[in-house]
């Protein structure tokens, strides 16, 4: 739908029926959902709930406000297939549970009848994902699954698409572009950590999938042979937080007395601490990625460099894009952050700037956006879906998109983990000034 959607092009859409909806989860990625939802119950319904924790506080709420009862909510163990009384008298189901179990409960619900939502993957390696997509393709179900990229439903994404052509025509093709996702550390992450960033459940390269959705989908781009690949621990204070709660947890499960294991734990962290925590396991939490990138409106060897990470220190939170034209020019792309987008009408900008030869910047256009949510638009989409429509992201669309991810897996496996404070702060600051080829800073900064 166009950003010039009114209140009868809305009506369109509608129907009389109510869909019932069944979340994997009712956490991070549902909340979002919710948010969305209660703008367009006249179409979409909270029926039932399934996760791995127990009810608490905030799902206690979501339940309350949706008029269903604890019964409505299930609790399976890790790993487990949906409960049938789940399934049972749902439409559809988005899956946002942690990305390594994504697969099998998608095929679980196709196999049972439901249109499917699924947040940000279909699975974490290259040979379960060729799986599923085959599995799709084979059995005829296109048109039943909607992989959700959310930050290509952001305004500035969503703008790009329209806009880059004519920019194209005026200053030249695109030379370079640098992708970056910078988030600060946060109690989320913490608490979503041991498995947030398990390279089992995809880890922090899954993140690297919205800079490269934003650049190739905006720009009808193709990312090709990515010819370099680092990660980074970013923040071990957050690492050691998120390992000791991760300890804690499997600890307090051992079938010993309370009395016991309170005593035993607070001897062992006092004793052992600090080989506790160097012996840990270490998840990179940063990556960068460098790619040849081609396409139409791309001149030849122009490249991107994609740089995400969380974890960083307050005032290094970052989302935006960089292209860069023939002629010198610059388009910013500044994304918002969900939590800004919730309680404010930001919705991001960007700009559109050249240097002078005196060094002077002349911004030739620019934009603050306001409007709709990313899962506004994601719950028109799956509307659409239930009248027989097709996702707005095809196969092939998100096989050219994951296949970036898969690229750097292939490359970083073998390289080791950077932490040295020399190594984080060239990371950091590349990608807070959006960091562009040798070539483009040429073109950028005239003589």
Sequence with gaps: MDLGDTHSQRKKIMTK???????????????????????????????????????????????????????????????????????????????????????????????????????????????????????????????????????LNKMPSRKLMNFIPSVVKKHGKIISAAGTLFEEINAEDIRRGSWLFDPKNGGIFMDLIHPVEVIMKGTNGKFGKCVSAKHYMTNRKMWEKIIKKKWKKSFFKKKWSFLFKSLFLKWYLKQDKKAFFKNSEMYPTGAYAKYVVSGPLYAEGATAAIRVAKGLSHGSDYRGV??????????????????????????????????????????????????????????????????????????????????????????VKNEKILDTKLDLEKFVAKGVERHVDKRAKEKMNPQ
């Design 17 to 151: 029926k109510k869909y019932a909806l069944g979340a994997i989860g009712l956490g991070h990625w549902f909340v979002r959902l919710y948010y969305a939802l209660k703008k367009y119950d006249d179409l979409l319904y909270l029926a039932k709930g399934v996760g791995v924790s127990q009810l608490d506080k905030n799902k206690r709420k979501i339940l309350a406000e949706c008029n269903l009862s604890e019964d409505d909510y299930y609790v399976i163990q890790s790993g487990n297939e949906l409960p049938k009384e789940f399934l049972d008298g749902t439409d559809i189901v988005q899956i946002a549970s942690p990305n390594e179990f994504h697969k099998d409960q998608t095929i679980q619900c196709l196999k049972n009848g439901k249109l499917v939502i699924v947040e940000k993957t279909l699975a974490t390696n290259k040979k379960e994902f060729n799986n599923i997509l085959n599995y799709i393709r084979k059995n005829n179900q296109e048109n039943k699954v909607l992989v959700h990229l959310h930050y």
């Design 322 to 411: 960089r292209l860069v034209f023939e002629d010198g020019a610059y388009l910013d792309l500044k994304f918002e952050s969900s939590y800004i987008e919730k309680i404010s009408h930001k919705r991001g900008s960007w700009r559109l700037k050249k240097k002078k030869d005196e060094g002077k910047i002349e911004i030739f256009e620019t934009e603050e956006f306001t409007g709709k949510l990313a899962y506004e638009y994601l719950i028109e989409d799956v509307i659409k879906l239930t009248k027989g429509g097709k996702p707005s992201l095809s196969l092939t669309d998100i096989e050219n998109i994951f296949g970036a991810v898969w690229k750097f897996q292939d490359k």
